[in-house]
């Protein structure tokens, strides 16, 4: 596939800013495609893991970060494990997914599905401690605006016991709640920090 790639396309410092909070080195990447061919979602997705990484090495920022492959990622590693560089392609992926989420950058409606997921399921484990079913599936219906999905398979769930009425919390949930600010916190120093990185005078 041919690129046509523009100056103004361009971030120089991406690269380096991928590469100080996923602490791989994005640069070494060859293109072999091992990762891509190996990748279970590959064929669910617009491109593959590879395809990423080439856009980071480039400077392509909006590109990277909108990618639906970021957001398709089951994170089984196994892009990681067929590396011949060593990369943790994985780990990669991972860091362009928290960029993506603290520039609150714009997604196509697919990877917007799997953001509000995300959230959801990060939401319900931080309210209630513990992951409650209920909690999931009411936090992405409401936040996603599909207000009425899988709502008529409640009773058979509720029937067969596979899920509760009412959320179950756990004790002493504000010291998790604390954790999750200081890991939120963290996360934001790191990624701006990682912003400010200069790349290497050679990269490619």
């Known amino acids: ?7 103004k396309d361009r971030q ?6 991928v590469e100080t909070v996923s602490g791989q080195k994005v640069a070494d990447c060859y293109q072999c495609g091992k990762c891509s061919a190996g990748c279970p979602v590959t064929a669910d997705a617009r491109s593959g893991p590879t395809n990423v990484m080439r856009q980071v090495q480039l400077g392509q920022k909006e590109d990277a970060l909108a990618n639906d492959m970021v957001w398709s990622c089951a994170g089984c590693n196994t892009c990681s494990s067929r590396c011949p560089e060593g990369i943790d392609t994985a780990c990669v992926l991972d ?5 993506a989420l603290h520039e609150e950058v714009a997604l196509d409606m697919r990877s917007e599905k799997v953001r509000t997921f995300y959230r959801s399921f990060l939401d319900s484990v931080r309210d209630f401690g513990r992951l409650s079913e209920v909690g999931l599936m009411g936090g992405y219906n409401i ?3 599909r207000l009425w999905t899988n ?3 409640a009773p058979w769930f509720l029937l ?4 509760g009425i009412t959320a179950h919390r756990v004790r002493n949930i504000t010291r ?5 600010q200081r890991i939120r916190a963290a996360d934001h120093a790191h990624i701006a920090q990682a ?5 290497e005078e050679k990269h490619l």
């Open 195 to 199: 912003a400010q990185a200069q790349p």
């Open 95 to 99: 860091a362009v997914r928290a960029i």
């Open 160 to 163: 067969k016991g596979k899920i």
């Open 151 to 153: 709502v008529g398979k």
């Open 176 to 180: 998790l709640e604390r954790v999750f």
């Open 12 to 17: 120089e410092t991406f690269l380096a800013q």
């Open 143 to 145: 936040n996603s605006g």
């Open 1 to 7: 596939m041919r690129w046509i790639i523009s100056e």
